[in-house]
């Protein structure tokens, strides 16, 4: 077998030399660094229930995380589609953000308004499960220092690492809590939150459209997923935003945004 491209045998033996000391996190660094190059990089886990725990953050710009306490972990991070595969429990595995976001991901609000003020271009995620009902992502980015984004060679090379990646997360993580019990129902949380802050009440369905349409999927995505045509989609946007008293997906992102934060 080929060797990785790029990989610092010596980085390797870094990580495993400090797994479960204070110096994982550089060194696991520096191996990223070795094999892809990233801008950027961070640690954070998903649980089925609450916020994120994020165990460590690296960037040169502090555009890219100058959101992150005040948006992204209050609640914008159930818009995220790496959160969307914590619920969905996909393997382990590295997986790029262009190949898993929904088909509308890039003109949705959550996109223009957040994800496009990090400057971040482009993503390719380790995903790690190091308990029950806990997912560790290490995020490695690319942003605005250098605008290029990941080629097909460093896909391939994070997807060949993606099993060593993982072993290391397991064990540096193993003393994590699982997170036992039923997964938060964002769409639930929606509607109670625009119930008891707004006086609009939605039903499930409309407040499932609503986390859809939020998340970046197309009434062509939603009616796959809800198992209704297009058209029945569009009927129930329109009733949806008639129900709030707007008209566009950036009113509904202005309204709605804040209710995720509710729980």
């Known amino acids: 077998m080929q060797a990785l491209p790029n990989l610092s045998e010596e980085a390797?033996?870094?990580?495993?030399?400090?797994?479960?000391?204070?110096?994982?996190?550089?060194?696991l660094w520096d191996?990223?660094?070795?094999?892809?190059?990233?801008?950027?990089?961070?640690?954070?886990?998903?649980?089925d229930v609450g916020a994120p725990q994020v165990f460590y953050s690296r960037t040169d710009d502090p555009t890219v995380f100058a959101e992150l306490e005040s948006t992204y972990l209050p609640g914008a991070y159930r818009l995220d589609p790496y959160f969307g595969l914590h619920l969905d429990r996909v393997r382990a595995g590295a997986y790029r953000l262009t190949d898993i976001a929904p088909d509308a991901f890039q003109r949705s609000r959550y996109f223009l308004e957040y994800y496009a003020q990090t400057t971040l271009v482009d993503e390719i995620t380790f995903i790690a499960y190091p308990a029950p009902g806990?997912?560790?992502?290490?995020?490695?980015?690319?942003?605005a220092s250098s605008g290029a984004?990941?080629?097909?060679?460093?896909?391939?090379?994070?997807?060949?690492?993606?099993?060593?990646?993982?072993?290391?997360?397991?064990?540096?993580?193993?003393?994590?809590?699982?997170?036992a019990g039923a997964a938060d129902d964002s769409a639930a949380l929606l509607?109670?939150?625009?119930?008891?802050?707004?006086?609009?009440a939605l039903s499930p369905r409309q407040a499932e459209v609503a986390l859809l349409i939020l998340r970046g999927h197309s009434s062509l995505s939603i009616?796959?997923?809800?198992?209704?045509?297009?058209q029945t989609v569009k009927v129930f946007r329109k009733q949806l935003y008639a129900r709030c008293a707007i008209s566009s997906q950036a009113e509904l992102f202005a309204l709605m945004l804040p209710l995720l934060t509710e729980g």
């Open 149 to 179: 984004e990941f080629s097909g060679a460093d896909l391939a090379t994070c997807q060949r690492l993606s099993p060593i990646v993982a072993a290391l997360a397991e064990v540096h993580w193993s003393t994590l809590a699982s997170a």
């Open 31 to 47: 191996l990223f660094r070795a094999a892809v190059a990233p801008d950027n990089l961070i640690i954070l886990a998903y649980r």
């Open 223 to 230: 009616g796959a997923r809800l198992e209704v045509s297009a």
């Open 191 to 200: 509607a109670r939150a625009a119930k008891a802050r707004l006086g609009i």
């Open 134 to 143: 806990v997912s560790l992502n290490l995020c490695l980015g690319r942003d």
């Open 12 to 27: 390797l033996a870094r990580c495993i030399r400090q797994l479960r000391q204070p110096k994982f996190e550089p060194a």
